[in-house]
């Protein structure tokens, strides 16, 4: 088995798939490790030049290796495939969308070698400023201080011992973890929160290209805007397994430049705003994150946006439910009034 493999999940993004795996298969071959570095790519049922591409590839560079779903299947379980079938010690968990900079690998690759990490992040090129340094300690520990979502929530900054993907996927909460767009998140945080982690603070690896209209359509398909606040009830259960024992910093919520609850409550502003609203479970989702911080002033904060936005929202509906009844009562009346009572002529009809 190889120490390291580049677990990648892919679909329908062959031009985007194909610059990803030169990225990273032209640094296995300068660092002269292809013996112990190896890629896996997982194609979930792609209708492009997916198959092609990796034909054309596996030619080049023999340590690639790939396998087909004969049906395309739900984002978590196509990287529950890629994460069984990968061969390696630690998995580089990569989306098909993304690319490995420059001296990247060589970097990781040292501390794979040189600490005792059970999971390292890489840092994101886009998340900037970056210090530049090397950190050591726990995976809680770096959560509480970057957010969960900077630390582990973009998969591609993730390498991780292979153990740990096998034993949070054999979790009787992982249906339920399933459930959410942080599936990895929780399964991480459930098995290894006390495990060793290193956090690289240096340009590693970034998106191809910042969001693009083909990234929005794909989560809407499989609603992953809904299923975000779906986290918190996988949240609530790693309280109730005992896995967090303490009330959380408001930093571990940490949401790029916004806090979650805050993210939370101007989705649910939007979505009401726009005539789709989201189910009124995201009010409840979104105070539940209060009762789990430790300072209370900021959770007295998130009662009273959310009680706030939510009261606008129910009034902006009543309002609109007064103009649909007031609308269709004008028309009516006004129906009835345009209803003619005379000919144009004949007056004289009138008087016998």
């Known amino acids: ?54 034909s054309k590839l596996k030619k080049k560079f023999p340590f690639l290796e790939y396998t087909r779903l004969n049906k395309h299947v739900d ?47 890489a840092g994101n090129g886009f998340l900037t400023p970056h210090s530049y340094k090397i950190y050591e300690g726990s995976v809680l520990e770096f959560a509480n201080k970057m957010g969960f979502n900077q630390f ?22 992982y249906p339920k973890y ?48 809904w299923r975000y606040f779906l986290t918190v009830e996988g949240l609530k259960l790693l309280f109730q397994a005992g896995i967090f024992k303490e009330k959380l910093p408001s930093l571990f919520f940490k949401y790029l430049d916004f806090y979650l609850w805050d993210r939370f409550i101007i989705v649910m502003i939007f979505t009401h705003l726009t005539d789709n609203p989201y189910p009124e479970k995201g009010w409840k989702l979104t105070l539940d994150i209060a009762d789990m911080l430790k300072d209370e002033n ?19 509906k009543f309002l609109l439910s007064q103009y649909e009844k007031v609308y269709k009562n004008l028309q009516k009346l006004y129906i009835t009034l345009n ?14």
């Open 152 to 173: 582990i929530g973009w998969a591609t900054s993730i390498i991780i011992k292979k153990d740990i993907l096998i034993q949070y996927m054999s979790l009787p909460q």
């Open 298 to 316: 900021m959770a007295n904060y998130i009662k009273k946006r959310v009680n706030e936005a939510r009261k606008l929202c129910e009034q902006r």
């Open 178 to 225: 399933k459930e959410s767009a942080y599936t990895h998140v929780l399964g991480i945080l459930h098995v290894a929160s006390n495990s060793p982690a290193v956090v690289l603070d240096f340009p590693i690896c970034q998106p191809i290209e910042p969001q693009t209209l083909e990234d929005v359509k794909r989560w809407e398909k499989e609603n992953i805007g």
């Open 75 to 121: 984002t978590a379980d196509s990287g529950e495939i890629a994460y069984r079938l990968a061969q390696g010690e630690y998995l580089w968990i990569f989306g098909d969308d993304d690319i490995l900079l420059k001296d990247g690998l060589k970097a990781v690759w040292h501390i794979l070698n040189t600490k005792n990490a059970h999971l390292i992040h």
């Open 1 to 54: 088995m190889k120490k390291l493999c580049f677990a990648i999940p892919t679909w329908n993004r062959a031009k985007k798939l194909e610059k990803c795996i030169l990225s990273i298969a032209n640094q296995i071959l300068e660092l002269g490790e292809q013996n112990n570095i190896g890629i896996f790519v997982s194609d979930n049922a792609s209708t492009d030049d997916t198959p092609k591409v990796l």
């Open 339 to 352: 209803n003619p009572m005379f000919e144009n002529g004949g007056w004289w009809k009138e008087h016998g």
